[in-house]
């Protein structure tokens, strides 16, 4: 089951950075603080001047929202059906937008730093104590480049739609191992997700994948080691070994996102996602993250190539609320607004949405994101693989 995060509502690099620009913060100075208790008088009236504005803001806003979720949850079960959609199956008013004051800091219980995120470190350490995995990692970022060149034209992708969505999600110049935020070597930088590699996957999209496409990934193994040898049969055995108890705790729970998730935040679920840096299941990962969209395209009756920002939206949204902006007409993507495929939250924290406002605005945002980003050496280098190899 594909993932199901609404519009960029998923942790992406990409988006962000922006994101978090826009998050609450408090004008009040903890360090420089003289009096604790007037800081406390300072942030009651503040509150309740926040309270009062977000109290009148919710009176319009609730049931703009609520009506977003009725249509969302009426258009879903019309595509599952077959059927055809139409302007009267989306909101076509733009979201009232919160003005007021933030939301201030409590004085007495100041933020903490955020959730400690795991990193490459961790996935390796997890991955050898529950699986005795260790990745066989690439001699090179080009050897990597290679094998995922080889492997996406082998499953029907194009070279532009594989680079454009690296260049997306990584940057335009990241390495087969980045993660988000620590795209550079920046004193303090720390990961603000678990996304990872070319294709930025996340924990969970490691276990889906491996749930849904492990027997694919399973067969690609062994017809390496059909024609190998030696010390690179045995290697491939044992990697074969693992991969089945990887696939089996991968399937242990539903094939749903929000039961993979949970799977993925587990010890063993961080190991497997040591798996995008193994040189040989690595690029099938990131394929098959994208190949899935493109054939639940297909099924639906979709045969027009998707372009890489039409994918790009599949792979961040979900494969059902990106189908359904793929296959909504170019006239009615002009009007329909992003809000349609957001949750409140989401939406209020993401300057993007809100400024690419419609359908047709965001995707052309997304095309020229990928086109600028596209031009960096890291694409390059993935676009001269793709040349190399067809």
Known sequence: MANSCLLMNCARRSIAA???AFLPFSPIAIGNAGDLDQQIAEYRQKLAAYKEARAAYDEVAGPYWATIG????????????????????????QPPLY???????????????GEYVPVVSDFLEQAEKHFGFVPDRPESDDAFR?????????????PEQCVKVYAFESGGDGGYAVQAELEYDRPGAHAISTALGYNQLLTTNSIELLAEQGGAILASLRNKAGDAEGPRLDRLNDKIAILKKMIAFSRSVPDTWSSHSRLASTDKGLGIHALILDIDVGPLLQVYKLLTSVEFAKRKGYTAPLSAAELEMMNLTGDGNGFDMVTMP??????????????????????????NNTVAKLLAATDAKMETEAQLAGAKALAAAFAQTE
């Not at 009725?70 to 008013?93: F, P």
């Not at 003005?99 to 730093?113: I, L, Q």
């Not at 995922?148 to 992708?157: D, T």
């Open 18 to 20: 922006a994101v978090l």
């Open 70 to 93: 009725n249509k969302r949850k009426r258009r879903i079960a019309i595509l599952r059906t077959g059927g055809r959609l139409t302007a009267n199956d989306y909101v076509m008013e």
């Open 99 to 113: 003005s007021g004051p933030p939301k201030p800091e409590n004085p007495e219980k100041p933020r903490a730093e």
């Open 146 to 158: 290679r094998a995922y060149a080889r492997q996406a034209l082998a499953a029907g992708l194009t």
């Open 330 to 355: 170019s006239a009615l993507r002009k009007k329909v607004p992003t809000s349609n495929f957001f949750q409140q939250g989401g939406y209020e924290r993401n300057p993007v949405a809100i400024r």
